[in-house]
């Protein structure tokens, strides 16, 4: 059987630049180096001011989940506060990375999932941690009723809806590029469905890059995103400007994932030649490059970003 695939499309290699997932969240990094010291107070004070705004909390809780240590110190937390929801779901994402790693079976980090959801019923967060889970070790029927779970609870989950273009941008690519392929149909279903000031607008643009990157694996696009011309169709420039003119007019500045977005935009006017607005883009990032979509296919996602943002600064 071949491996199964990445979660979020990511690439195989390790970078060899560390991306800091918590991205521009100040409090959360604090917080995670706090938990690194084994003072799950801090977590909980976290969490707690989070409250139901799901895509923070998300992102949140998956970047923490992501430490080596913090499955031991939420089981202390978990012996100090048995029915406290934010622990269980906290040691559910954790258990579920460990999972991913190869580091523990998955079993029980499904049956810690199902446990915190039943114990905070409204929250997609047990949902989007069994989402990764069956991303990479599950079946696809799997990954489009969890999906279905996470948006029963929030329609317009950010983190979710990266997961399921990326499942869905990897079928049929040996088949080579189709303009028609479902993957854009359903990016643009919810972007359309979402409100006007969602980043689900820029979903779009996620769903061309992940297209890209199942081609470049499959054999069917070239090496070189920028000069392959999967950027420079007019289907794909219209997908462009209109994220980009979203952008402009709504921009989320508070929303925790964004620099996802424009790392992915910043991305597509690089590879469309659009020096000027990828320039912008670069500017607002600033030190927060994300691994994805720059390592797009098996590239040094630090070195690809670097270039691209010093091509496009130095052109505009």
Known sequence: MPPPPPPLGR??????????????????????????????????????????????????VTVLAREAHTAAWVRDWLLAEPESADASVLLGAALVERALHGRQKPGPAREACRAAAALAPADPTPWLALLLLERSLGAEEDVVRLFDEVRLRHPDHHHAHHLMVAALAERHAAAGPDPLHEVYDFANWAAEQAPADSPLAIL?????????????????????????????????????????????????EGHPRRMVDLNYLAHAKHCEGRAAEAAALFLRIGDHATEHPWSYPERDPYTAFCTARATALGTA
């Open 11 to 60: 690439g195989r290699k390790r970078a060899a630049h560390a991306f800091d997932a918590a991205l521009d969240d100040a409090e959360l990094v604090t917080v995670r180096s706090a938990l690194a010291q084994g003072r799950w107070q801090a977590v909980r004070s976290l969490l707690a001011r989070t409250g139901d705004d799901w895509d923070r909390r998300a992102h949140r």
């Open 204 to 252: 779009p643009v996620v769903a061309h890059a992940e297209r890209y990157r199942a081609l470049a694996a499959a054999g069917r696009a070239g090496a070189d995103p920028a000069g392959c011309g999967h950027w420079a169709g007019r289907r794909a420039r219209q997908v462009m400007k209109t994220a980009f003119d979203w952008w402009l007019e709504w921009g989320q």
